[in-house]
C-alpha cells in the first residue's frame, strides 16, 4: 500500500506559502499605495455655489424677467459676501453683467423699475462702488418712492448728518407709501435717522395728524411686541418643562432598572447558596439569573 502522507503535506505546505506569499505581497501593494488627499470641503462649497451662480445667471439673460434677474444679482452678492470670488477665478465683468439684467428687466417692466433700480443699486455697494450704488438708489426714489431705497438712502444721510435733507426726503416719501406699515416704517425711520429725543422733533416736518398715526401705531406695534415676548416665554418655559419632565423619567427608568438588577443579584445569591452539591444547579442559577437581568425594563 502506498503512502501519500508526505504528498499530502507537500501539497499543504506549499498551499500555506503560497497564500502567505500572496498575503505579504498585498501587505507591501497595501503599503505602497499612496494615501488619497484630504477632501477640499471649501472648495467642493465654492464649487456648488459658482455652479448655482451660473444656472442663475443663464437663466437672467435668456427670460430677461424682474424676479430672475433679481435672483441672479442677490445671488453673485451672496458668493462675494462668502468670499468665494476672492477664493476663485471668477468673471470680473460679473456685477456689471448682472446690473445689465436687472436694466433689461427694467426696460421690459417699467412699473417694477423703483425695486430693480434699488437692488441694482444694492448690488453696486456690497461690491464697494458706492458712487454707483447710491447713484442707482437716488434714480429708484426718483422713479417712486419705496422704503428699499429710503432706507439706505436715509441712513446715508444720517451719517453725514444731513438732517434738513433727510427731513426733505421724508416728507417726499410719507405720501407715496400705499400701506399703514410702509407708512410707520417711514415716520420710525425717519425719528432715528434725525437723531431726536421726542417724537415732536423727529417728525417736525409731519402733519399733527401723522404725529397721531404715529403714536397709536407704535402702541399697537409695542404691544405686539409684547405680546410676541410673553409667548416665547411661555413657549420656553413650556419646553424646560418637558426637558425636566424627560430627565425625570429617564432618572426613574435607570433606578427601576438598578432596582430590579439588585433583586435578580438577591435572587442569584440565595439560589446559589441553596444548590449544595446538586449537578448543575449553579449554572441554572446563573441562567436564571441572567433571564431575570432581561426582564428588568430598559
Known amino acids: 500500500m502506498t503512502n501519500h502522507a508526505p504528498h499530502r503535506y507537500f501539497h499543504l ?93 427694467r426696460k421690459e417692466r417699467p412699473e417694477e ?8 443699486g444694492e448690488l453696486y455697494m456690497k461690491f464697494d462702488r458706492n458712487d454707483e450704488g447710491m447713484a442707482a438708489m437716488r434714480e429708484s426714489m426718483a422713479a417712486r418712492p419705496n422704503t428699499r431705497a429710503f432706507e439706505i438712502l436715509g441712513k446715508a444721510h444720517k451719517d453725514a448728518n444731513e438732517v434738513a435733507e433727510l427731513e426733505r426726503m421724508c416728507k417726499k416719501t410719507l405720501p407715496a407709501m400705499k400701506t399703514d406699515n410702509e407708512r410707520y416704517f417711514v415716520l420710525e425711520k425717519c425719528i432715528e435717522y434725525s437723531g431726536a429725543s421726542t417724537v415732536e422733533s423727529g417728525l417736525r416736518w409731519a402733519s399733527k395728524k401723522d404725529v397721531e398715526f404715529y403714536r397709536e401705531k407704535r402702541v399697537e406695534v409695542d404691544k405686539a411686541h409684547q ?11 413650556r419646553q424646560r418643562e418637558e426637558w425636566r419632565a424627560q430627565d425625570r423619567e429617564r432618572d426613574r427608568q435607570r433606578n427601576e432598572k438598578a432596582g430590579c438588577e439588585r ?15 446538586t449537578t448543575g444547579c449553579m449554572g441554572r442559577c446563573q441562567s436564571d439569573a441572567w433571564d431575570c437581568k432581561k426582564s428588568c425594563r430598559r
Do not use: W, Y
Request: proline share 6%.
Open 227 to 237: 405680546e410676541f415676548l410673553e409667548r416665547k416665554r411661555a413657549d420656553d418655559a
Open 113 to 120: 423699475a423703483p425695486e430693480l433700480l434699488a437692488r441694482k
Open 13 to 105: 505546505l506549499s498551499a500555506t506559502l503560497f497564500a502567505v506569499g500572496c498575503l505579504h505581497g498585498l501587505a507591501k501593494e497595501k503599503e505602497a499605495a499612496p494615501m488619497p488627499p484630504p477632501r477640499d470641503h471649501r472648495a467642493e462649497s465654492d464649487a456648488r455655489q459658482i455652479d448655482q451662480m451660473e444656472k442663475l445667471r443663464a437663466k437672467a439673460n435668456q427670460t430677461g424677467t424682474p424676479v430672475d434677474a433679481i435672483t441672479f444679482a442677490v445671488f453673485l452678492g451672496t458668493l462675494h459676501h462668502n468670499k468665494v470670488d476672492e477664493r476663485r477665478n471668477l468673471p470680473p465683468t460679473l456685477v456689471d453683467e448682472a446690473a445689465t439684467c436687472l436694466d433689461r428687466a
Open 263 to 277: 433583586q435578580c443579584e438577591s435572587v442569584h445569591s440565595l439560589c446559589k447558596a441553596s444548590c449544595g452539591s
